[in-house]
């Protein structure tokens, strides 16, 4: 990689895409230290140091790079955009006028980015609103009044529309994919604090031998995950399939071999974060209200609470929590794969080329081949989903550590963004030797 920036440094037009880059990285960095007027910054960060964090709250902070706790300007971050693609996708299968959108092409995705950026706005107006209204009495704002409301839904509305103008403007001016490298550098800022709560709790108290032990195992045990990681985001079932031969004219054409690629990990992070949602939400609902633990309901509670899942001084049953979040997992790796990836449709378009795989009908007994390699790919992404996954929850449980920001799925995404945003220097290096070879 650092071979990689090197020598797109080298080349003055990436040069200037990477210069362009960090200077937006900067504007984002200086929006998320830029307070709210009239909000208390401290506010969410003191209610859930008192609700011990949960997965959906640490999730969403991690995505905000911290400033969500922060109350600042870009408290929201690309959250709104996140989601608004998220349903965006799921209708684009739900109703067929998006979906014939989606098939028109180059003008048919500008139309549905369009709609993406109105439900982005509209999402981030809900959210800040309920926020505004739901906590402002009750200390989010120093004065609780019209004003302040206004105030405070406005700026971080804006703040949250900005950032996505922010992601365009890198996708079209800078290097890579905008959003994701604004995800990216959110998850990234976190980095040296997650560090330090490592170093705190495995070294600092020890002797040097003990220390450099501990320091060689994290390493090590971190660079796994990395790998594991990059496998897992990597790995794909190549299919492959035949094309006939056909008379074109006076001559045969055709006949070659092509791969359909099956990725592994076909879902991405969606099913954790689904999962952690639902899992999450009657944890943090109940924290608001008086809960007796020792009731059926209070029980309940505790088993969907991911804090107390691996803890030496926990209960035991608690630990069925972690089951149930696993299943989650792995049923909603099925269920948005099913509505992203439509077997029938590969198979009838595959027919309609002239192609098939070798030892299948076109048509149906392809379309149930295609079904039944993909069920057997989908179980082994989603447990892989779920490795990575349970990891900083087993940490966090057996060592008292607080969730790590790079590891669970934020390792995930920031592995797929790396990956992307090389390809994408690489191929834009690609096409100016390509250029300075057909000038010569």
Same mark, same amino acid.
């Given at each position: 990689m650092l071979?990689?920036?090197?020598?797109?440094?080298?080349?003055?037009?990436?040069?200037?895409?990477?210069?362009?880059?960090?200077?937006?990285?900067?504007?984002?960095?200086?929006?998320?230290?830029?307070?709210?007027?009239?909000?208390?910054?401290?506010?969410?960060?003191?209610?859930?140091?008192?609700?011990?964090?949960?997965?959906?709250?640490?999730?969403?902070?991690?995505?905000? +790079?911290?400033?969500?706790?922060?109350?600042? %300007?870009? =408290?929201?971050?690309?959250?709104?955009?996140?989601?608004?693609?998220?349903?965006?996708?799921?209708?684009t299968v739900a109703i067929p006028s998006l979906e014939q959108l989606q098939k028109d092409g180059e003008e048919g995705r500008r139309k549905i980015a369009e709609?993406?950026?109105?439900?982005? %706005?509209?999402?981030?107006l809900i959210e800040s609103t309920a926020m505004a209204v739901g906590f402002g009495g009750n200390g989010l704002l120093y004065n609780y009044n019209a004003a302040s409301i206004i105030v405070c839904?406005?700026?971080?509305?804006? +703040?949250?529309?900005?950032?996505?103008?922010? +992601?365009?403007?890198?996708?079209?001016?800078?290097? +890579?994919?905008?959003?994701?490298?604004?995800?990216?550098?959110?998850?990234?800022?976190?980095?040296?604090?997650?560090?330090?709560?490592?170093y705190n709790t495995f070294i600092r108290n020890e002797n040097v031998a003990v220390g450099v032990?501990? =320091?060689?195992?994290?390493?090590?045990?971190? =660079?796994?995950?990395? %790998?594991?990681?990059?496998?897992?985001?990597? =790995?794909?079932?190549?299919?492959?399939?035949?094309? !006939?031969?056909?008379m074109q004219g006076r001559r045969l054409v055709g006949g070659n071999t092509s791969m359909i690629p099956l990725k592994v990990n076909t879902a991405?992070?969606?099913?954790?974060?689904?999962?952690?949602?639902?899992?999450?939400?009657?944890?943090?609902?109940?924290?608001?209200?008086?809960?007796?633990y020792s009731t059926v309901g209070g029980k309940l509670l505790l088993m969907l609470n991911s804090n107390m899942w691996f803890r030496p001084d926990g209960y035991l049953w608690a630990n069925i929590g972690l089951v149930i979040y696993l299943v989650l997992i792995i049923l909603f790796a099925y269920f948005y794969t099913s509505i992203t990836f439509n077997p029938l449709e590969v198979a009838n378009n595959m027919k309609k080329g002239g192609g098939f795989?070798?030892?299948f009908r076109p048509g149906k007994?392809?379309?149930?081949?295609?079904?039944?390699?993909?069920?057997?790919?989908?179980?082994?992404g989603a447990s892989g989903l779920c490795v990575i996954a349970i990891v900083p929850i087993i940490v966090s449980g057996i060592f008292g550590v607080g969730?790590?920001?790079?590891?669970?799925? !934020?390792?995930?995404?920031?592995?797929?963004?790396?990956?992307?945003?090389?390809?994408?220097?690489e191929s834009q290096l690609l096409v100016r030797n390509y250029k300075g070879f057909l000038n010569d």
């Open positions: 071979k990689l920036l090197k020598n797109a440094w080298k080349v003055e037009e990436v040069r200037k895409k990477l210069i362009y880059t960090f200077l937006m990285l900067l504007v984002i960095r200086f929006g998320s230290v830029l307070p709210i007027p009239g909000v208390n910054t401290n506010y969410f960060a003191d209610l859930f140091s008192k609700l011990s964090e949960s997965d959906a709250f640490g999730w969403f902070n991690t995505m905000t +790079g911290g400033s969500f706790t922060d109350l600042s %300007v870009f =408290a929201l971050s690309i959250t709104p955009y996140i989601t608004s693609s998220i349903i965006m996708q799921l209708l709609y993406t950026r109105y439900v982005t %706005v509209a999402l981030a839904v406005v700026t971080m509305t804006a +703040g949250s529309a900005l950032l996505m103008w922010i +992601g365009e403007r890198i996708t079209e001016k800078g290097v +890579g994919n905008g959003i994701s490298i604004v995800l990216l550098f959110n998850i990234l800022s976190s980095l040296p604090d997650d560090l330090m709560s490592l032990v501990m =320091a060689v195992i994290i390493i090590a045990c971190i =660079a796994a995950m990395v %790998v594991f990681a990059i496998i897992l985001n990597d =790995a794909t079932r190549n299919i492959p399939v035949q094309y !006939s031969r056909k991405g992070v969606i099913p954790v974060i689904f999962a952690s949602s639902i899992m999450s939400m009657p944890t943090m609902v109940a924290q608001f209200f008086t809960v007796d795989i070798p030892g007994q392809t379309s149930d081949y295609l079904s039944k390699i993909l069920s057997c790919i989908i179980f082994i969730r790590l920001s790079f590891l669970g799925t !934020s390792l995930l995404i920031i592995v797929a963004v790396v990956i992307e945003t090389a390809k994408a220097l």
